[in-house]
């Protein structure tokens, strides 16, 4: 449902947060950790907006006027969102896609929040300007790895002790959301109050509340799998295939729609209904996305919106990870349709 308001007040998220933290839903911490979020994801959308002219110059992307080779555009998001959790003073770890382990923060003098996140899924994208997107989530402060730190400890023996404390099971999560780099910049957002969706209005620079309370529709006919991996799939997954495929009482099959990049399918999912899956497969046998930045926040924002988000067998939110960048299977969406193929799979 879009605002509501008489004199079509616009709210933008900074004041969004601030009603927020007035309600007791964040703290001033969280409030400073997602305002950062949203100025990397601004800083990204331009980068993403410009790629192809940044390559022809070859300011990134390509190799540059000295010669040197330059970073894609994955590294220099990671990059960007980075540098802005740092300098928020609130960020203790970060884990990031792009970092093998989770990095301890120096910076941080306050809050000590774990972040972890995509700086670029579906970046193999960029290059036919399809949709991109960043995802992030917020755990709760893990002042416990970061405690009794003495002088013997070095900075990577904190990170291995913090590894542990990043491996934490999404029902943990504070706040999740991501950033849809597409034909308009969309920032969606739940710190367990409900889904809310900003727009970036380019005249000004701010995330402009859209939509409040996103619901996902409890059924729908869209279906979003790589099929090129038919083949792959267990029989049983086959099997759930083909049943999309017959026209059944309504007298329609349903439609296929597949972006290859997640934040895309997902949010045309959440707003459309339907179902996105990546599931394991004879090559894959975990599937290919990963469970702490991507289904984890991803199966946050659709509960919080009525949806369900699950391995195939279990709630995703339940997994706690044993590894960083481990791989589940992913069926999301709405939850009659993520019922029916858990119903298969059975
Ligand atoms: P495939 C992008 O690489 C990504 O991680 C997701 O964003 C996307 O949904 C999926 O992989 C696409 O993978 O194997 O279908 O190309």
Redesign the pocket.
Known sequence: TSPKSSSYEIVTLTTWLLQQERTGAIDNEMTIVLASISTACKQIAALVQRAPISNLTGVQGAVNVQGEDQKKLDVVSNEVFSNCLKSSGRTGVIASEEEDVPVAVEQSYSGNYIVVFDPL??S?NIDAAVSTGSIFGIYNPNDECLADVDDNDTLDSVEQRCIVNVCQPGSNLLAAGYCMYSSSVIFVLTVGTGVYVFTLDPMYGEFVLTQEKVQIPKAGKIYAF?EGNYALWDDKLKLYMDSLKEPGDSGKPYSARYI???VG?FHRTLLYGGIYG?PRDKKSKNG??RLLYECAPMSFIVEQAGGKGSDGHQRILDITPTEIHQRVPLYIGSVEEVDKVEKFLA
């Open positions: 899924d579906g193999s790589n290859g990049s997640l399918d990546y290919k996305l």
